[in-house]
């Protein structure tokens, strides 16, 4: 990607992000909570079962 290309897609998507209202935002944001949620719980869910089989040995 050009600079010139990179540029005008951060501006591109500053002037949407801008455009938006304020109900579009929130809304934006709590799927992005959403996602984070089930991400973490796939990590760290199998990272403490490996810690309890840990201790047991």
């Known amino acids: 990607m050009k600079k010139s290309e990179y ?3 951060l ?4 002037m949407k992000h801008m455009h938006m209202t ?5 809304e934006k944001k ?3 909570v959403s ?3 089930t991400s973490y719980w796939f990590g760290l869910l199998p990272f403490a ?3 309890l089989r840990k ?3």
């Open 49 to 51: 079962l490996k810690m």
């Open 30 to 32: 709590q799927a992005k």
């Open 55 to 57: 201790r047991r040995n």
């Open 11 to 14: 501006t591109e998507e500053m």
């Open 22 to 26: 304020k109900r579009e935002k929130m």
């Open 7 to 9: 540029a005008q897609f």
């Open 35 to 37: 996602k984070k949620s």
